[in-house]
């Protein structure tokens, strides 16, 4: 198995943060260097890379349930694009993706092969190591498959606003589809029920309790405000400031993230039905 790891900004303390983590697991992995979407502007929302359709459902400001539609989003798909085609090149059967702000669990290696034990390469699947659900995410108990240390391998109930592309796991067909199908952009790179509903990929499943979590000490990479709004300055200034670096305000600055994806639904709430 090959484990691929975004790193979308190209910060350096971003790559010590994952390749420390990866070489306590004892990973076999490869860097993917990401699109600066800074130098990109809003170029990359041409025809080429965004459909019209999606431009204008993707406008307006962000909510928990959907971003709008911004540069950095484009980088992000053509990153994980990259990561599908050396899957493809390398001619692997399955592979685990992951991108450079998680904070994985020492049996990684192992729980990846376990999930890869049970799916199919000729099978266009993507398996959720880390997800978004506003709300929280109801699983169903039918079919699903326990996992190494108390986890479970589930379908969901409703893939509607599911998201997340920090850390999953793909079948090689489903790379195939995914990175056929990529662009123009019909739908975000994460938003996985839209990709079932185009019949890109044949099945979404999750593990939990979700073993893969983003770290608060990141900001995303992806910046969802609109530039010169009232938040976009407030984020840059404090970027540019360094100012979650401080040690008076990096706790702080911890807890607002925190905030922030638990209004995402990024923090792994779930239910298992009946």
Known sequence: MKTYVINLARCKERRRHITRQLELCGLAWELVEGVDARKAGDAILGPRYVTAEFKAAASGPPTAERGSLRPGAVTCALAHKLAFERLIAEGGSWSLVLEDDVELPRDVGRLAEDIGAQ???????????????????ELRRTGAVALVGGRLLASPVDLTNLTSGAAYILTSEAAKRLASSAFPMKAFSDEWGSFVQQGVLEQVRVVAPM????????????????????????????????????????????????????????????????
């Open 211 to 274: 073993p893969v979590r983003q770290s608060p000490a990141f900001r995303t990479t992806i910046d969802y405000y609109a530039p010169m709004s009232f938040s976009w300055c407030t984020r840059e200034l404090a970027y540019y400031l360094k100012v979650d670096r401080l040690p008076g305000l990096r706790s702080l600055w911890v807890r607002r993230r925190l905030k922030d994806m638990q209004r995402w639904g990024a923090l792994g709430s779930f239910r298992v039905l009946p």
């Open 119 to 137: 799916t199919c390469p000729h099978r266009a699947e993507v398996v959720l190591l880390n997800f978004h659900k506003p709300g929280g995410l």
